[in-house]
Every structure is written in structure tokens, then in C-alpha cells.
Antibody, heavy 122, light 111 residues
Framework: EVQLVQSGAEVKKPGESLKISCKGSGYSFTSYWIGWVRQLPGKGLEWMGIIHPGDSDTRYSPSFQGQVIISADKSISTVYLQWSSLKASDSAFYYC???????????????WGQGTLVTVSS | QSVLTQPPSMSGAPGQRVTISCTGSSSNIGAGYDVHWYQQLPETAPKLLIYGNNNRPSGVPDRFSGSKSGTSASLAITGLQAEDEADYYCQSYDSSLNIGIFGGGTKLTVL
């Protein structure tokens, strides 16, 4: 069974750094891209970016390029999302999900983590 | 503003049929990219509901079906049940943005 388990909720102050994690199991971790999706309070889903844990090839949405860093450690089947200086507007749920592309015109997330709530407040 | 447009809310009585639309453009749905649908129950993570326009993952009831035509797609739910009350999101890929894109979501209320 595919499982993505995310790290727990975080409460941070503006300007602080943060790294949240997503650990995969139940499948060949280096064979599938993993993506991050943001959900602001009461809002919809936003595609942030994806990473291939096998070679750390990373693609970012223009909205998130330069704002976050997505990384991976294939030795422990874990993908990360990090911020160097948090803002209050980063407060949201963040989901990791396995990204699949069965053919060139079909790209989607087939399994999701449980979500990590990040709260940034002074 | 989302690249894919969905109605913000819809409602239906138990047993009824509802259809949620998802309208895109020539750089995403109209360019031939598949549409996928996710269900997000209250206080839970999204779950894949329909992939590849009209395919259901194992465990998804056949009350849920998807279709795609031109620059739009639809999710149909027949025999509406109370447990279907959730937010529904369509998703595709945009060749101009080179990223995956979501619709703004539709909140479905079962009356």
C-alpha cells in the first residue's frame, strides 16, 4: 500500500526558517515524482512543484519559484519543503502527493499525505 | 483566479444527480491534456476520484463519472448521498505555464 506520511504541525514566527517532510513507503520511492500542494485557510488547492527523488530534478510553479525549496533524500525515502524566512501569508495546509504520468498528456496525484499545518504568527 | 473555472458551490437532494463543470482553455484541457478530479471531505486530505477524464481508482463507487469535451470537463454524481458532501477539484496540465493546475473547487452540499 502506498503511504505518504508527513511531519507534524508547526507554529513559527515571521522570519523563521522551516523544513517539513514527507516520507514515502509501499512503492519504489525513486521511480515516482512527488509534489507539494498548498491550501490556504478556506481556499482551494495550489500546485507548488514536483521533485524526482531519484535524481532530485525539480520543477516549480512560477508562483512559488524562489519562495520555497523542494529537496529529497532518497536514502530515507523522504521529500522536503523548506522556507528560509516565513511570512504570515505562508500559513496554510501543505500536502505532499505522489505524481504520476501514465502517458505524456496525463499528469496527476494518485496518493496524498495527510497534510501539515503551518502557522506563522508573531 | 484559477486557470480552470468551476462553480463555487452546488447542491442537490439525496438520490439526485449533480454535474460539476470545469472550464479551461486551449493551453490545457483544449490542448488535449487529461482532466482529473479530487474529492476533499471536511478536515481531510484530497483523494483522487477520477483520473484520465473518466477512470475511477479502485474503491470509488460507479456513481461517480467524468467526461471531457473540447476545453471543458464534467464530474457527474448520481444517486447523491449525504457522504458525498465535500469539496471537488478538477486538475489538468497547462502547456503555457508548464505546471499542473487546479480548478478553484466546488463545494457540494447535500440537502
Amino acid at each position: 500500500e502506498v503511504q505518504l506520511v508527513q511531519s507534524g504541525a508547526e507554529v513559527k514566527k515571521p522570519g523563521e526558517s522551516l523544513k517539513i517532510s514527507c516520507k514515502g513507503s509501499g512503492y519504489s520511492f525513486t521511480s515516482y515524482w512527488i509534489g507539494w500542494v498548498r491550501q490556504l485557510p478556506g481556499k482551494g488547492l495550489e500546485w507548488m512543484g514536483i521533485i524526482h527523488p531519484g535524481d532530485s530534478d525539480t520543477r516549480y510553479s512560477p508562483s512559488f519559484q524562489g519562495q520555497v525549496i523542494i529537496s529529497a533524500d532518497k536514502s530515507i525515502s523522504t521529500v522536503y519543503l523548506q522556507w528560509s524566512s516565513l511570512k504570515a501569508s505562508d500559513s496554510a495546509f501543505y500536502y505532499c502527493a505522489r505524481h504520476v504520468q501514465p502517458y505524456s498528456s496525463s499528469l496527476f496525484f494518485d496518493s496524498w499525505g495527510q497534510g501539515t499545518l503551518v502557522t506563522v504568527s508573531s | 483566479q484559477s486557470v480552470l473555472t468551476q462553480p463555487p458551490s452546488m447542491s442537490g437532494a439525496p438520490g439526485q444527480r449533480v454535474t460539476i463543470s470545469c472550464t479551461g482553455s486551449s493551453s490545457n484541457i483544449g490542448a488535449g491534456y487529461d482532466v482529473h478530479w479530487y474529492q476533499q471531505l471536511p478536515e481531510t486530505a484530497p483523494k483522487l476520484l477520477i483520473y484520465g477524464n473518466n477512470n475511477r481508482p479502485s474503491g470509488v463507487p460507479d456513481r461517480f463519472s467524468g467526461s471531457k469535451s473540447g476545453t471543458s470537463a464534467s464530474l457527474a454524481i448520481t444517486g447523491l448521498q449525504a457522504e458525498d458532501e465535500a469539496d471537488y477539484y478538477c486538475q489538468s496540465y497547462d502547456s503555457s505555464l508548464n505546471i499542473g493546475i487546479f480548478g478553484g473547487g466546488t463545494k457540494l452540499t447535500v440537502l
